[in-house]
Every structure is written in C-alpha cells, then in structure tokens.
C-alpha cells in the first residue's frame, strides 16, 4: 500500500522561506506529475504549481518567481520551495503526485496536507 507523507509546513513571517516536501511511502520507480494545491479558509482548493509527465512546469500567476517546484527520483520525493512568503500564503498545501509503482503501472495519492500560516 502507497501513501504520500507530507512535511515542511509551519508559521513563517512575511519574507521567508519553507520547503514542504511530498515523500512516496512505499516502494516505486518515481513520481512522473506532482501538483501543489493549497486551500485557505473559506476558499476554494486551488493549484500552485505542477510537474508533468512530459516535463512541463505550471506555476499559479502569484507563485511565479517565488515558489519552485522539484523532485528527486533518488527518494522518490517532491518538494515545494516556497520564497519571499507573504500573508496570503496562508493555508493548507496538498501534493497529489502520479507515481509510476512498475514499468506500465501507476498509482494516484493525495498527501495529507501540511499548515503553512504567514504572519504579517
């Protein structure tokens, strides 16, 4: 059985920095897409940055030039490096990572969500 384990969240002043990290439990050859979603209070799930297959790299407009997204096949983990963070930041960031488990076989999980608050 596969999950994603998530980490790195914490409470950050405007201006600096954290690294979530997305790690397959489990064995598998590697994470081939992984998308950060994050969602604040009352709002809607939204999507801020994207690896995929074909190696394509999607950032949310706001997250552009401040946010990057990565992963190492070695450990079979995704992170999501988070700069210059700012009050608006504040939610909770979801991966949800497509990882191929064989060759012609893939599993889809969600992560369990880590708290990122960005204090003004």
């Known amino acids: 059985q596969w999950k994603l384990v998530e980490s790195g969240g914490g409470l950050v002043q405007t201006g600096e920095s954290l690294r979530l990290s997305c790690a397959v439990s489990g064995s598998a050859l590697r994470i081939s897409a992984v998308g950060w979603y994050r969602q604040a209070p009352g709002k809607q799930r939204e999507l801020v940055a994207a690896t995929f297959s074909d190696g394509t790299i999607r950032y949310l407009e706001s997250a552009k030039g401040r946010f990057t997204i990565s992963a190492d096949d070695a450990k079979n983990t995704a992170y999501l490096l988070m700069t210059n963070l700012k009050p608006e930041d504040t939610a909770v960031y979801y991966c949800?990572?497509?990882?191929?488990?064989?060759?012609?076989?893939?599993?889809?999980?969600w992560g369990q969500g880590t708290q990122v608050t960005v204090s003004s």
């Open positions: 949800n990572a497509e990882v191929q488990l064989h060759i012609g076989e893939t599993w889809n999980g």
